[in-house]
C-alpha cells in the first residue's frame, strides 16, 4: 500500500494518515512554510510563486484556446481568442523575467541583479506614496473645479444672475 511520507525535524521519516491528505496536498502546491523542513522552503524563493502564476496563466490560456476551439466560430472579432492572446503576452513576459534568474549565476551580474531586486520593494513603496499624493490632489482639483462650475453656470430654475420682467 502506497502511502505519503516526510521527514520531520528529527530527520526520521513519518506515515502520514490518509485523512491528511488534501491538506498536505494544498501546502505543497501552495508553499506553505510550516510544512517543510526548515532546509526546504520553497517560500524563501520568490520564483517559485512566478512559476506558479505562469502555470496558471499557461492553464488559463488553455482553457480559453479550448472554449475558442468548441465554438468553432470565425477567428477574427473574436474576443475570446482576444483574452487569451493578452495573456500569452503576460505569460510570455513572466517567461522572460523567469529566463533572467540564469544571470544570477554570474559573477558580475548576480550581484547587481539581487541588489536591484532589493531596490524594487523600496521603488514599490516610493510609488504607493506618490499614488496617494497625486490621488488627493486629483480630488482636491476635482472637487474645486466642479464646485466653481456648479457656481457659475446656470441650472434650470436660476436665470445666471440676471434677472428677466415680462412687462
Known amino acids: 500500500m502506497w502511502g505519503l511520507y516526510y521527514l520531520d525535524s528529527g530527520s526520521e521519516v513519518k506515515n502520514l494518515p490518509k485523512k491528511n491528505l488534501f491538506r498536505i496536498a494544498s501546502q505543497l502546491i ?38 475558442t476551439f468548441t465554438r468553432g466560430s470565425d477567428p477574427y472579432h473574436n474576443r475570446l481568442l482576444e483574452v487569451a492572446n493578452y495573456f500569452y503576452g503576460a505569460n510570455t513576459m513572466l517567461l522572460v523575467l523567469r529566463f533572467s534568474s540564469v544571470l544570477e549565476l554570474s559573477a558580475v551580474v548576480g550581484p547587481l541583479q539581487l541588489a536591484l531586486f532589493r531596490m524594487l520593494i523600496d521603488l514599490v513603496v516610493i510609488l504607493v506614496q506618490f499614488f496617494f499624493v497625486i ?29 428677466k420682467y415680462n412687462a
Do not use: H
Open 135 to 163: 490621488m488627493a490632489f486629483s480630488l482636491a482639483i476635482t472637487k474645486s473645479y466642479i464646485a466653481e462650475m456648479s457656481y457659475m453656470t446656470a441650472t434650470n430654475n436660476q436665470t445666471g444672475g440676471v434677472a
Open 30 to 67: 501552495f508553499f506553505n512554510c510550516t510544512f517543510y523542513p526548515p532546509n526546504l522552503y520553497p517560500c524563501r524563493d520568490m520564483w517559485n510563486y512566478l512559476d506558479v502564476f505562469t502555470l496558471l496563466i499557461y492553464l488559463l490560456i488553455v482553457i480559453l484556446r479550448i472554449v
